[in-house]
């Protein structure tokens, strides 16, 4: 069975940091790109990084310079991490992967790209993160 787990969300002051996991199984990150994505309620789901089997990544503008994408290949786990949190990073954060490295990326860059719950292989059910001021 394929399952995608975030963790790492939680309550943290303007500034602070948090590192976000994405445990995957039924699959290898030898195989697949694994993306990030927030949203918040009301609003457009907004793509924020991936990184290929290969190691190949990309992070979006908004969060560049603060936000570093990286692997464990050993442990099957992506992680994201946030520095420098603002109070506008408080969002539902997601992982997702695909087979299709191109796709993936799309979905990050372009607000047209595959982003929704069907349009990429699979999906985590998110984790809360919540910046205050």
């Known amino acids: 069975e394929v399952q995608l787990v975030e963790s790492g969300g939680g309550l943290v002051q303007t500034g602070g940091s948090l590192r976000l996991s994405c445990a995957v199984s039924?699959?290898?990150?030898?195989?697949?790109?694994i993306g990030w994505f927030r949203q918040v309620p009301g609003k457009e789901r907004e793509g924020l990084s991936c990184?290929?089997?290969?190691?190949?990544?990309y992070v979006a503008d908004p969060v560049k310079g603060r936000f570093t994408i990286s692997k464990d290949n050993a442990k099957n786990t992506v992680y994201l991490q946030m520095n420098s949190l603002k109070v506008e990073d408080t969002a539902v954060y997601y992982c997702?992967?695909?087979?299709?490295?191109?796709?993936?990326?799309?979905?990050?860059?372009?607000?047209?790209?595959?982003?929704?719950?069907?349009?990429?292989?699979?999906w985590g059910q998110g984790t809360q993160v919540t910046v205050s001021s």
């Open positions: 997702a992967a695909d087979r299709d490295w191109l796709k993936l990326l799309h979905g990050i860059v372009a607000d047209t790209g595959a982003r929704g719950p069907d349009e990429l292989d699979y």
């Open positions: 039924g699959f290898t990150l030898d195989d697949y790109t």
């Open positions: 990184i290929s089997p290969d190691g190949s990544n």
